[in-house]
């Protein structure tokens, strides 16, 4: 069974930091691309950034740039969202979802496996 849990959500003021965490489980990690995607209340879910399987390689929104850091952690099949700086307009519930493959992450809709997502609140 595949399972993509996340932590690390929570409230915190503007300009704060936070660290999600996915654990990746039930398929062989270094064949996927990982991705953390957003979805505010009212909008679509966005790209947040993406973990290449293929060479590491790492892609982030444009509205992030700059401000998060994703990595992975390949012994723990972990993948980690830093997000420092945070704005009001990042509070979203956030998710990893994983698709097979090297490149980085299609849109939402392409990713083949989902997370249940943890809400980040940024107050201001």
């Known amino acids: 069974e595949v399972k993509l849990v996340e932590s690390g959500g929570g409230l915190v003021q503007a300009g704060g930091s936070l660290r999600l965490s996915c654990v990746v489980s039930?398929?062989?990690?270094?064949?996927?691309?990982i991705g953390w995607f957003r979805q505010a209340p009212g909008k679509e879910r966005e790209e947040v950034s993406c973990?290449?399987?293929?060479?590491?390689?790492?892609y982030y929104g444009d509205s992030v740039k700059g401000r998060f850091t994703t990595f992975s952690d390949r012994a723990k099949n972990t993948v980690t969202l830093q997000m420092n700086n945070l704005k009001p307009e990042d509070t979203a519930v956030y998710y990893c979802?994983?698709?097979?493959?090297?490149?980085?992450?299609?849109?939402?809709?392409?990713?083949?496996?989902w997370g249940e997502g943890t809400r980040v609140t940024v107050a201001s």
């Open positions: 979802a994983a698709v097979y493959g090297p490149g980085r992450c299609p849109s939402a809709d392409g990713m083949e496996h």
């Open positions: 039930g398929l062989p990690f270094n064949d996927y691309a």
């Open positions: 973990a290449s399987s293929y060479d590491g390689s790492t």
